[in-house]
Structure formats: C-alpha cells, structure tokens
C-alpha cells in the first residue's frame, strides 16, 4: 500500500510570509507525529496527534507553528511570519497507534528554504 | 530530566563489526528503539527493545540495559551500504524521543 506522503517536496519562500505543510500518513494509521531536522543535526520533535487530538504539543518552537489534523487522517503544519532560522527539512511520521511499540513511518520530507 | 547520548561520529572498516552506544535518562521509559537514516532520506526502523537483552536481525543486533539505562546497536559485516545515521529513540510514554544521531563512516 502506500507510504507516508509530504506535500510540497520543496518548498522556497520569504521571510514574514505563512507556509502550509501537508501530510497524508499510511490508512489506518491513528498516531501522526511531525519533526523537524536541521542539516547534519537529529530530529527535533514538534508535535503527535492520536487521532484527530494532540496530546503534545511541547515540541512547537513558538507561537508561529500550529498543526491540525482533521478526519483522522491528513494533517498540516502551518508556519506564520517564517524566519530563516525556520528553514529545515520537515518530516511527518505515522503509527498504527502512539508509542514506541509501533513502528513509525517517515514520509519522505518538505524542504523549507526562508529567504 | 531527560537526557540523551549518543557518538557524533564512528568510523569503521568494511567487513567490520561496530557498536553505536547509547545512554539515555528519561521518564516513563518503555523500551528504545533505532532508526536509520541515508543522506538525503528519510528515518527508516531498524528494532525495538522492550525486555534486557540482545535482538538479532540478520546483520543489526540492538542490546538494552535498563538497570543501566544504556543499550547499542551491532552492525556487522559492514557493508558501505550501510554508511547512514543512526538514531536511538527511547520511548517515554506515548512518545519517542530522537537524539542528534551517529553518523557512522565506512571505509573501504
């Protein structure tokens, strides 16, 4: 069946503008997890859904970035006002449930450049 | 607290056996989990731990400690296929934590 998917797959834009990032995780999949990683560095943990809620949100860096999922399924991740220091390739994971026990599986990334 | 620690960076030889190490503090912690990740692509799993002990998946073993809160990751038979990250990810609660990885190097 199909992957995770990421739309767009880059994405360039500047500085003061709002970028949406959109995820479609694997059918059945109730846990959603967005990261994000900066060049050569690990992945920073931004913000899980369990269906349509977010239990955790501590990983957004400000105000600026908000996520919603919505039908259990297709979330996205919207980034006001982006900075430069905002750039980075941004990953969306998903699980059949939350928690380590359950695999997750990565979509292949939105590339943010802010100009 | 919570910590994570990992190596930078290892360098081994082809044909050779390497360890990646990882300690971790955290709370709630369930079991640890590895991921690989190629240049360019995105975080694939490799293993879970949830129990003390070494788990064996062809070439990749991952050992966990929880008395020592430490577990690793064996690679053997290094092939340069395998030059990638390596991410170990405790599972605390409904959530696992990545750290900044190994980037693990192969020599021919």
């Known amino acids: 069946g199909a992957g995770v998917s990421q739309s767009p797959s880059n994405k360039v834009t500047e500085k003061g503008k709002d970028v949406e990032l959109r995820c479609d995780p694997i059918s059945g999949h109730t846990a959603l997890y967005w990261y994000r990683q900066s060049l050569g560095q690990g992945l920073e943990f931004l913000i899980y859904f369990q269906g349509n809620s977010a239990p955790d949100k501590s990983g957004l860096p400000s105000d600026r970035f908000s996520a919603e999922r919505t039908g259990g399924s297709v979330s996205t991740l919207t980034i006001q006002r982006t900075q430069q220091e905002d750039s980075a390739v941004y990953l969306c994971?998903?699980?059949?449930?939350?928690?380590?026990?359950?695999?997750?599986?990565f979509g292949p990334g939105t590339r943010l450049l802010v100009l | 607290g919570q910590s994570l620690e990992q190596p930078s960076e290892v360098t081994a030889v082809e044909g050779a056996i390497v360890q990646i190490n990882c300690t971790y503090q955290?709370?709630?912690?369930?079991?640890l989990s590895w991921y690989q990740q190629h240049d360019g692509g995105a975080p694939t799993f490799l293993s879970y731990n949830a129990l003390d002990g070494l788990e064996e998946t062809g070439r990749f073993s991952s050992f966990l400690s929880r008395s020592d809160s430490y577990g690793y990751l064996l690679l053997q038979e290094l092939q340069m296929k395998v030059s990638a990250s390596y991410f170990c990810a405790p599972d605390r609660d409904d959530k696992i934590i990545f750290g900044k990885g190994t980037r693990l190097h192969i020599l021919p």
């Open positions: 955290t709370s709630g912690f369930y079991g």
């Open positions: 994971a998903s699980s059949l449930r939350a928690g380590g026990l359950e695999t997750q599986y």
